[in-house]
């Protein structure tokens, strides 16, 4: 099968390849061209996986399928962005039919959760296993959320459990029996789309946690100079976490695990209880204070210090 054959095939006939009103031109042509809505920023971001550096190379394709685009898609989310389209940049050794056919499922299934479309990319052949993803979507003028607008006396929230990506990666790995849930977590993150949206007109600063609740946050802390206070108490634990791992673990991962694509966020206390009535899963663990930098403090409110903040690539 040609690069021509394996595009046609495996992804412009794609169910991740439908057009949509804001896609004039799809896969097929030098361009895809898109029909933004009027008034409306273009929300752009670009994610590579690379195989056994973040996934395994020998994992089910189906599953990476879903996970790239959900990572990628995850950056929309917290930007306050609706889904267009994605590119998919693929850089294979072989032509493994069963594999991409897989791996186009897979893409599929979250593009339709995500109501985004496959309008284009790149295919060519590498030693390894390259997955680079674009993703576009759009958000009304000077509504997107940005790291940089979080005030003091905010209060610092996330859209749910944390630390569940972290408690799953020794499964993955193969270190630790599976356990459905906390992979299913770690396979198939949901990428908080409609809170995204719905903090546009709340949230003050908002990113998603790819490398870890601390780490994260001070992104926030540093762009928008205030300092962040998390209550070590108030991190949501999924049951699942705590099947798996004592205590301390989980505190661990909750502050300093990757992968759980949450959005973290800023929010002035008079917007609380509108928003967890619609997103009962939001919590508040922290809040914004005068000052700088990021701490954590335990029950008796002593502060605690971390060997790690979180996952950095070098
Ligand atoms: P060009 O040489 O003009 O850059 P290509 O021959 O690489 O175009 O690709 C042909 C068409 O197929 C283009 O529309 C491109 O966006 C699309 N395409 C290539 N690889 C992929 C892929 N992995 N997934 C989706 N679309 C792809
Ligand atoms: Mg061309």
Not at 82 to 102: H, Q, Y
Not at 104 to 128: H, Y
Not at 233 to 238: A, D, E, F, G, R
Not at 282 to 302: F, H, M, T
Request: aromatic share 6%; glycine share 10%; with cysteine.
């Amino acid at each position: 099968m040609g690069e021509f054959e394996l595009i046609q095939h495996y992804f412009k006939q794609a169910p991740c390849a439908v057009a949509t009103n804001a896609i004039s031109l799809g896969i097929g042509d030098d361009c895809a061209l898109l029909i933004p809505s009027p008034l409306t920023e273009l929300a752009i971001s670009t994610d590579t996986l690379i195989a056994d550096v973040h996934f395994p190379a020998l994992g089910d394709p189906f599953l990476i399928g879903q996970r790239a685009l959900a990572v990628a898609v995850s950056d929309l989310a917290a930007m306050g962005a609706k889904s267009i389209g994605f590119t998919l940049a693929l850089t294979l050794s072989t032509v493994d039919e069963l594999w991409l056919k897989a791996f186009s499922e897979g893409l599929s299934l979250k593009a339709q959760q995500c109501s985004i479309s496959l309008i284009g990319g790149d295919t060519t052949k590498g030693p390894l296993t390259i997955i680079t993803i674009t993703v576009i979507g759009e958000v009304p003028y000077g509504k997107a959320l940005r790291r940089s607008g979080a005030n003091s006396g905010d209060l610092l929230c996330v859209s749910g459990y944390l630390g569940e990506g972290a408690g799953a990666l020794p499964m993955v790995l193969g270190e630790k029996l599976p356990e459905t849930i906390l992979l299913d977590r770690y396979w198939s993150p949901i990428p908080q789309l409609a809170l995204g949206v719905a903090l546009r007109d709340k949230a003050t600063a908002c990113l998603d946690v790819s490398d870890g609740l601390v780490a994260d946050c001070g992104h926030i802390a540093k762009a928008s100079n205030v300092a962040l206070v998390i209550d070590l108490t108030k991190l949501p634990c999924s049951p699942s976490l705590l099947a798996n791992y004592n205590e301390a673990l989980c505190r661990q991962f909750m502050l300093t695990g990757g992968d759980d694509y949450q959005l973290a966020f800023t929010l002035p206390s008079k917007y609380l209880s509108e928003l967890t009535q619609q997103f009962p899963n939001v919590q508040v663990i922290g809040r914004a204070e005068q000052g700088a930098g990021i701490s954590v403090l335990d029950e008796q409110g002593q502060l605690v210090t971390l060997a790690q903040t979180g996952y950095q690539h070098f």
